[in-house]
């Protein structure tokens, strides 16, 4: 006859290796049933990005076999529940991801975008704010350039933003606000308040995940997102040459700042080499090399992946769908990876809190 403890025991050997604890002890383990010889349970990862999802399941499957039972039938379904800070004060918001890089051009909003959708396309809930005032470029990857938000009531008499909704994300951006023909000189304070109000102002629901795209260069925007909001990380995103990194430094350096302090989820090159369509292994480094690891290497933090540089990347995101959601281009699995590590430093970030 099967026990709970017998099946706790064997549990106690698998460790989730980004937490560095057995399941048990971590709590996610629940609705175990046993009934005779069969026997089952809900294995609760932290995210449904999780990237070491095939090899706790296969690992939980040994444990049993090896320390109950070769002969148990057994049924293991593998759920997930979002980690978040402690100090989150946005109601309904799990973790706030923003995406930033010291020099534009460098395909920021692409990685951020493409992100949003990975984290979403894995099962999680996912809001998109495209929070650069001076470049809004969400509306036209989103292909969404004429929709305008529309505003409600809650409960308490408050007036809501409602975000738009597209492939399965919440999306705003200043740009639907705004004629995009016409230039709007921010002056500082509007600035803030503007962006702001993309936060405190819009009616988010449940969020697991509300990645934030910011603009170029260490300003304005910069700052009142970082301490005005409990930012779970930031992505820094970069390409391989030596001009690039030195602004990328200094965009690190400013999150590593006594009175900013953001954790570093990570950085992403982008433009790794270029690669024709017609010969997807041919591999050429024209703006240089590692530049993306080593920076990655300077401050201690995950070097996330590499992004080739393929014409339908850009294709993508001026007709509107992000190159993600294209089933046959070898760009959607560099993202998805990205998404899956990116989620996965989350929760080792969440944890350590």
């Not at 932290?46 to 320390?67: D, G, Q, S, V, Y």
């Not at 590692?290 to 080739?308: D, M, T, V, Y």
Request: overall charge negative; aromatic content about 6%.
């Amino acid at each position: 006859m099967i026990t709970q403890e017998q099946v706790y025991n064997a549990l106690r050997h698998v460790e989730d290796p980004d937490l560095k604890k057995d399941l048990v002890s971590l709590n996610m383990i629940e609705d175990l049933k046993i009934d005779g010889n069969k026997l089952s349970f809900s294995v609760v990862l932290t995210t449904p990005a999780c990237p070491m999802k095939a090899m706790l399941e296969n690992a939980c499957k040994n444990a049993i076999r090896h320390f109950v039972s070769k002969d148990v039938e057994l049924s293991i379904n593998m759920t997930s529940r979002v980690t978040s800070r402690p100090d989150r004060t946005l109601a309904g918001i799990k973790n706030i991801i923003v995406v930033a890089s010291g020099k534009g051009g460098v395909g920021k909003s692409t990685v951020a975008v493409n992100l949003a959708l990975g984290l979403a396309k894995k099962g999680a809930s996912v809001g998109l704010i495209d929070a650069d005032i001076y470049g809004p470029s969400v509306p036209i990857m989103f292909g969404v350039e004429d929709a305008r938000p529309k505003a409600s009531q809650n409960a308490a008499g408050q007036t809501r933003i409602e975000p738009i909704e597209k492939y399965g994300i919440k999306l705003l951006s200043i740009g639907f606000f705004t004629d995009p023909n016409q230039p709007v000189p921010w002056r500082g304070p509007m600035v803030s308040t503007a962006v702001k109000q993309l936060f405190n102002d819009a009616d988010w629901g449940e969020l697991d995940y509300l990645v934030v795209d910011l603009p170029p260069g260490t300003g304005d925007i910069h700052i009142t997102v970082s301490q005005g909001f409990p930012i779970t990380g930031a992505v820094i995103v970069t390409t391989p040459q030596n001009v690039a990194l030195a602004d990328a430094r200094k965009g690190v350096g400013m999150f590593l700042m006594d009175s900013i302090k953001i954790p570093l989820i990570g950085v992403v090159e982008n433009m790794s080499y270029f690669t024709p369509a017609e010969l997807p292994e041919n591999k050429y480094y024209i703006f240089g090399k590692n530049g993306g690891k080593a920076l990655a290497e300077q401050f201690n933090a995950p070097f996330l992946g590499e992004i080739p540089l393929v014409k339908s990347i850009s294709d993508a995101g001026d007709v509107g769908k992000p190159v993600i959601l294209e089933d046959d281009n070898i760009l959607g699995p560099v993202f998805m990876q990205i998404a899956e590590r990116v989620a996965q430093q989350v929760a080792i970030l969440n944890a350590a809190k």
